[in-house]
C-alpha cells in the first residue's frame, strides 16, 4: 500500500499503487434538481455501447430513484453497511475508507452482487407507499422526498477496480483519466466488479470478462462530450475535465461548479476513491441523508446553489449544461451572455442569460392558419 | 531452487510465517511417467492406460502469499499419474468436488485445474512454483469446466444462460459482420479466455504474478470428466519444442511439474486457488 493525498476526504490515505495524477482527468456535473429520469441518457449508452450478446441487463449508465431504488439491487446500502458507521461531518474524514477497510488478503472492501441483483432495474421504485399525514403542506426539505440519481462510471482518481485486478489489466489513461479495462487481458476474475463501491464494472457472461463505461472515450477524444451528457433532454450534466483543487481553473466551467463555488459534490467521499462524477445535490431532500451520500458540504452547496443569481459567473457555468456537443475548456461571461471556448480557444457556443421572447400573431396569413402561442 | 527459495524467504519473512513446503523431491513423491505406445490413446480419463500408470498424492496449500488471498481453500490433495508415447506427455490429476460448477455468470465460477511446467529444466535453478519469476518463465496448462462445457454442449448462448430470456434484436442481426463485431467485447479482439476454443485446456505462459498470458497457439489439449463427486482431468503436451515459451521434454528426462486447483462452488478463481510446490517428474526412456 502507498500513501497517497485525496482531497474530498481532505488528508492522505492508503491505496495499492503510488498515487499519480492524470494530465487532464474526465469529469462530469450532474444536476439533481433537474433530472426527471426520462432514461434518454441510459439509452443512448445502451444503444451505442451495450446492445450486444451477455450485455442485456448491463448499464454503464443507470438513472434509479433515491432513496429506494439501486442497480444493482441494494449496490450503497450494501457497503455502506460492510464499511459500518463512520463520521462524516467534518472536512477531514476520519473514518476508515474502503482500501483502509480491507480485510486480511483482500486489496479492497467489497462485494460480489448476486446475478439477480442486476435483473429489474428500476421496478417498482416510483411506487407510492404510503400517505401523507393529515394536515401535511410543502414545506422544504420535504416531508416526503424522493429523487433521482443517474450513475456511470466515476473514473476515479483512486479507482478500487484498478486496485483489485491482480493482473493490472485496468488501467487509467495518462491523458484523461478515463478508466478502462483492457478487453484483451481481462481473464473475467470479477475481482473489479467486487471491489467497485459503485458496482459499476460488469461481467459480462458470454465473452467471459469484464466490461465498464469508457467514459465514451472515442468522443472524447475528439472533443465531444459523452453520449450521456449530449443526450440529456433535461440539460443537467456538463462534461469535460475536472482539475485538482490546487490547480483549479476559473475559467473552466467545471472546476468553478466544483472547486469555485463548490455546489456540486462527489457520490460517497468516504469510499477513498475521489470520484470525478460530481452532483448537484437536490435542495428538498434532508441534508442528513445527503450528508451521507455526498459528503460535509453538502449544506453550504445548496446554500451557494439557492443564492446562485447573486454570482453571474456561476449562473454562466451552469448555462452551459447541455448547451453543446463539444466539450468546454474555457468560458467567460461577456454581457449578457456566457461563452464557452474548446481548448484552442475558438467559441464554441454562446447562451444569453436571457432567453429572448419572441412573439407572433396568432393568425398564420400566409397558410391561412391559426397557432396557438406556447411559452 | 535458489530463485524459488529466496521467493519463499521473502514471502515468508513478509507474513511472518513460515511456508509448508512438502518434500517435494523425496523418492514417495517422484511422478514416473511410464512410456506407453503411440497408438495408444490418452485424453479420456477413464482410458484403461491409466490405471496402470503409478498414483502419486499431491498436497495443496492455500494461496496466502499475494492478494487477493483464498486462506482456506477447498481442495487440499490431488492424486496425479502421468504418461507419455515418445511425443506426447499426458497428466491425469483426480480430485474430489461434491459441486460440479462449469456455467460461468457473473455469481458462478468454473471448477478449474492446472499443470504448470518450467520453461528452462535447471533442477539447480528452478522457478518460483508460484507461476514463475521474472526471468524464469514457466509454461502452464489450464484446463476449464466451462470450455470442456462448451466443447461437450455447444457454446453458451443467452438462452442456455438464461431460459426465460426474451431480446428484440442484437447488432449482428441487422449489421454485416464486420461493422457488428466491435458489438462482441472481448470476443471482437481475440481475447482468449472468450473466443471459442477448440481445446478445454489454455496453454500459457508466465514469469511471475499477473503476467500469465496465453499464448496465439495452442498446442494443449486435454477432457475432464465430473463423475460421482469426482473431477478427473487429463492434460497432454507435445514434448518436443523449439519455443521459448514451451518446455522441451525428451524421455529419460527428469524435470518438475507443480499444480493449482480452483473449486468453482467455492468462488476460488485468478489468485484465490489452492497450490503445490514443485514435484519432481521422470519421463520412461
Redesign the interface.
Known amino acids: 500500500m502507498s500513501k497517497v493525498y485525496n482531497w474530498q476526504i481532505g488528508r492522505q490515505m492508503e491505496y495499492p499503487y503510488e498515487g499519480v495524477r492524470p494530465r487532464r482527468q474526465f469529469g462530469l456535473v450532474m444536476d439533481l434538481n433537474k433530472c426527471i429520469a426520462c432514461q434518454t441518457c441510459t439509452v443512448a449508452c445502451k444503444t451505442t455501447w451495450t446492445p450486444g450478446r451477455g450485455q442485456e441487463y448491463m448499464f454503464w449508465n443507470n438513472v434509479e430513484s433515491k432513496p429506494y431504488g439501486y442497480y444493482p439491487l441494494g449496490w450503497d446500502v450494501n457497503i455502506l453497511e460492510k464499511l459500518g458507521v463512520q463520521e462524516v461531518s467534518g472536512p477531514v474524514y476520519s473514518g476508515k475508507t474502503l482500501f483502509e477497510a480491507a480485510p486480511d488478503g483482500e486489496p479492497v472492501l467489497g462485494y460480489l452482487p448476486d446475478d439477480l441483483d442486476y435483473a429489474h432495474p428500476n421496478i417498482g421504485e416510483d411506487d407510492s407507499v404510503g400517505d401523507m399525514t393529515r394536515g401535511a403542506y410543502l414545506q422544504a426539505p420535504h416531508l416526503q422526498w424522493m429523487y433521482y440519481l443517474p450513475r456511470i462510471c466515476n473514473h476515479c482518481t483512486y479507482p478500487a477496480c484498478l486496485g483489485s485486478c491482480p493482473r493490472q489489466s485496468i488501467y487509467k489513461r495518462p491523458e484523461d483519466g478515463i478508466v478502462l479495462i483492457d478487453q484483451r487481458r481481462c481473464r473475467g476474475y470479477r475481482e473489479c466488479v467486487k471491489g467497485c463501491p459503485y458496482k459499476k464494472s460488469f461481467f459480462n457472461p458470454m465473452t467471459r470478462v469484464s466490461e465498464k463505461c469508457i467514459g465514451c472515450y472515442p468522443a472524447v477524444e475528439s472533443g465531444r462530450q459523452t453520449q450521456c451528457t449530449i443526450t440529456c433532454i433535461g440539460k443537467i450534466r456538463l462534461q469535460g475535465f475536472v482539475s485538482a483543487p490546487d490547480e483549479a481553473r476559473e475559467d473552466n466551467p467545471i472546476d468553478y461548479v466544483v472547486h469555485v463555488a463548490k455546489i456540486a459534490r462527489p457520490l460517497y467521499p468516504q469510499f477513498g476513491l475521489e470520484p470525478n462524477v460530481y452532483y448537484i445535490p437536490p435542495v428538498h431532500v434532508p441534508p442528513s441523508f445527503l450528508a451521507q451520500m455526498f459528503g460535509a458540504g453538502v449544506e453550504q452547496a445548496i446554500a451557494t446553489y439557492r443564492a446562485a443569481s447573486q454570482d453571474r459567473k456561476l449562473i454562466g457555468a451552469l448555462l452551459l449544461f447541455g448547451a453543446t456537443p463539444q466539450i468546454i475548456h474555457h468560458y467567460r461571461v461577456e454581457g449578457s451572455f456566457t461563452i464557452g471556448y474548446d481548448d484552442s480557444g475558438a467559441e464554441l457556443v454562446r447562451v444569453p442569460f436571457k432567453e429572448p421572447i419572441f412573439m407572433r400573431v396568432a393568425f398564420d396569413e400566409k397558410y391561412q392558419t391559426r397557432r396557438s402561442n406556447m411559452t | 531452487m535458489r530463485l524459488f527459495s529466496r521467493t519463499v524467504a521473502r514471502v515468508s519473512l513478509a507474513l511472518g510465517t513460515a511456508l509448508v513446503v512438502p518434500a517435494a523431491f523425496g523418492a514417495d513423491t517422484v511422478l514416473h511417467a511410464s512410456r506407453v505406445a503411440s497408438t495408444i490413446p490418452l485424453i479420456d480419463p477413464a482410458a484403461p492406460v491409466w490405471s496402470k500408470a503409478r498414483e502419486v498424492a499431491v498436497v495443496l496449500q492455500p494461496q ?1 502469499v ?6 482456506e481453500p477447498a481442495v487440499t490433495q490431488i492424486r496425479v499419474r502421468a504418461v507419455h508415447n515418445g511425443k506426447l506427455l499426458a497428466v491425469r490429476i483426480n480430485w474430489k468436488d461434491a459441486t460440479r460448477s462449469e456455467t ?5 465460477f468454473g471448477d478449474q485445474v492446472a499443470v504448470e511446467f518450467p520453461i528452462r529444466a535447471d533442477p539447480a535453478d528452478l522457478p518460483s512454483p508460484m507461476m514463475g519469476n521474472a526471468g524464469a518463465p514457466v509454461n502452464i496448462l489450464q484446463w476449464r469446466a ?1 470450455l470442456q462445457h462448451d466443447l461437450d454442449y455447444g457454446d ?3 438462452r442456455t ?1 438464461y431460459s426465460n ?1 426474451e ?1 428484440d434484436v ?2 449482428d442481426q441487422l449489421l454485416p459482420a464486420a461493422v457488428a463485431r466491435p ?9 482468449p ?2 473466443r471459442p476454443m477448440r481445446t478445454p485446456v489454455l496453454d500459457q505462459v508466465a514469469e511471475g ?2 503476467t ?1 498470458t496465453t499464448k496465439a497457439q495452442s498446442r494443449a489439449e486435454g477432457r475432464g470428466v465430473w463423475h460421482n463427486g469426482v473431477w478427473s482431468v487429463v492434460i497432454t503436451l507435445p514434448l518436443a519444442s523449439t519455443s521459448q515459451d514451451a518446455p522441451n521434454l525428451r524421455p529419460g528426462q527428469k524435470t518438475s511439474v507443480a499444480f493449482a486447483v480452483w473449486e468453482g462452488g467455492h ?1 476460488e ?3 484465490r486457488k489452492s497450490w503445490s510446490d514443485w514435484t519432481a517428474i521422470e519421463l520412461a526412456k
Open positions: 496466502s499475494v492478494v487477493p488471498m483464498n486462506p460461468v455468470l457473473s455469481d458462478t466451462a453458451p448462448s443467452v444462460l430470456a431480446v442484437y447488432p458489438y462482441q467485447g472481448a470476443m471482437a479482439v481475440d481475447n479466455v472468450s504474478w499477473g500469465l468462488r478463481v485468478g489468485s
